[in-house]
């Protein structure tokens, strides 16, 4: 027995070379993997022999890049090219390949087979980003959304266009909200992202700084704009982010003058209230953000909310002088606070 095990071994390692070197030969060629996609019978075949054939994109004797692999996907013979499970694999890796241009009319005729596939619109959507066709990418990926597609290729994707589009037309031009504004309402039309509200809203707050006013009636309409994209973004999130209290506190600077006009007909108030919260110290320290604490202070009293105006100004008092909180306490009805 003792024998037998040694001649097996000793046939194992003898053979063991041969074995390996026999099977790397069984490993496909490129000219094997293009016989099995021109024998595909149906579109199992087809989509298998395809995936087959994206494994060796970036391997040595295959395709160097995307770009190469869609480009030899346009050489095959027999109407192959043609077939829309072949012209969606070529949209795709044209548009990994960032020549977007070339890969949308592939993918727009694979999605004429099947509209609901909501991957297929979210590629289309990319390579008309990369088109710049701004609005239409943001409409594409809305109905991709509206299809079922969903994660972080989405949720990239729309920040990405919402950046480029600022980029490429100048808010200062516009007639009334900028248009990366009017793209990003139509994508949170279909998905509420608290993420892209609060871009939306950081993103118009800084137009607002170097192109508005707010007595224009242009800038009223940026600063009521991004004060409701701020406060969905900073409330509906599953977590407070670093810039949500500089957010809030530039979103209700913004809104002044608008919230004193219409007689706190904004969402200022509540800008502030979450702005202090934000800014409170769980030790019981000073609020991160005085001024904060006024305006609360102030917006309170508009509203006829007098005791808390009062224990606003009290609290701002405590942290330092302030002649502004020193003001709206003479304000104030005399008798609060006789019970302290």
Request: glycine share 8%; net charge positive.
């Amino acid at each position: 027995m003792r024998r037998l095990t040694t001649i097996l071994c000793a046939a194992a390692l003898l053979l063991g070379p041969a074995l390996l070197s026999h099977a790397k030969e069984r490993e496909k060629t490129l000219p094997d993997l293009r016989r099995d996609l021109l024998n595909a019978q149906d579109e199992k075949q087809l989509g298998l022999a395809l995936h087959a054939l994206t494994t060796k994109i970036g391997t040595s004797g295959f395709f160097a890049d995307h770009g190469a692999f869609a480009d030899w996907l346009g050489t095959l013979p027999d109407g192959r090219p043609q077939q829309p499970l072949v012209r969606r694999h070529r949209g795709w890796a044209l548009i990994k390949a960032q020549r977007g241009a070339e890969g949308v009319p592939h993918l727009e005729a694979a999605l004429k087979t099947d509209p609901s596939d909501g991957l297929t619109r979210a590629w289309l959507a990319d390579g008309m980003r990369q088109s710049k066709r701004f609005m239409e990418a943001t409409e594409m990926l809305a109905s991709a959304v509206t299809c079922g597609q969903s994660g972080k290729y989405v949720d990239d994707m729309i920040a990405k266009i919402i950046f480029a589009f600022r980029r490429a037309v100048l808010s200062g031009h516009a007639d009334n909200l900028p248009e990366y504004v009017v793209a990003a309402r139509k994508y949170l039309a279909v998905r509420s992202d608290p993420k892209i509200h609060h871009l939306t809203a950081r993103l118009l707050l800084d137009d607002f700084a170097t192109f508005e006013k707010p007595d224009r009636t242009r800038g009223k309409s940026w600063a009521r704009a991004a004060g409701r994209h701020a406060l969905i973004g900073i409330t509906t999130a599953t977590e407070a982010t670093a810039g949500d209290l500089q957010l809030a506190y530039d979103a209700a600077r913004a809104l002044a003058l608008l919230d004193r006009q219409t007689g706190g007909a904004t969402v200022r108030f509540d800008l502030l209230a979450t702005a202090y919260k934000l800014g409170r110290d769980p030790s019981g320290g000073p609020n991160a953000n005085p001024d904060v604490v006024t305006w609360l202070a102030e917006g309170a009293a508009l509203e006829g909310r007098y005791e808390l105006a009062y224990r606003l100004v009290q609290e701002r008092l405590e942290i330092s002088g302030s002649p502004r909180a020193k003001r709206l306490l003479m304000r104030l009805p005399p008798d609060l606070g006789e019970d302290d």
